[in-house]
């Protein structure tokens, strides 16, 4: 069992609604179309039980042992939360237009460091969603523990 705090390397590949959104994995970004040149693809080192991953994920990881695969379904709460109405704003059209935006019906926009998704455009005022886009989502991450990172003893070899 992993111990909480403990540094251990994980790869994992993310589904929503069947489709891939998030992986370690090169190759298979590739191959499903979601490859980003920008990221470091590979297994990622984070603290175990430590909220560096989705609560769901984090609990999972406590309960695996090195080598272990497996797959985990999680519900909205335990992955990116559940739909928070109160996230949805109308925003007046002439805030879009000091801030030289021309809102589109779909388009993402980022209004004080926070993505939202313009949901409508209506008489002078435009109705902005800030939910997180798989929140109120089940996903499903197949993740493996590649490795612990002993912090302690570096070995060379």
Excluded: C, W
Excluded at 34 to 43: D, R, T, V
Excluded at 107 to 118: A, E, H, R, V
């Amino acid at each position: 069992m992993v111990e909480k705090g403990k540094m251990v390397k994980i790869s994992y590949d993310g589904y929503v609604d069947g489709k891939l959104f998030d992986t370690t994995n090169e190759e298979l970004a590739k191959k499903e179309g979601i490859y980003n040149p920008a990221m470091i693809y590979g297994p990622v080192a984070i603290f175990a039980g430590e909220g560096q991953v989705l609560p769901g994920l984090d609990e999972a990881i406590l309960e695996m042992d090195v080598g272990e695969e497996r797959e985990v379904v999680l519900p909205p709460e335990k992955a990116f939360g559940k739909r928070d109405p109160s996230k949805i704003k109308l925003i007046p059209l002439s805030e879009f237009t000091k801030r030289g935006i021309k809102p589109i019906k779909g388009l993402t926009i980022t209004i004080d460091g926070i993505p939202g998704k313009i949901v409508s455009i209506n008489s002078g005022r435009v109705l902005v969603d800030f939910n997180h886009e798989l929140a109120g989502k089940e996903v499903k991450y197949r993740i493996k523990i590649e490795e612990v990172v002993d912090l302690h003893h570096h070995h060379h070899h």
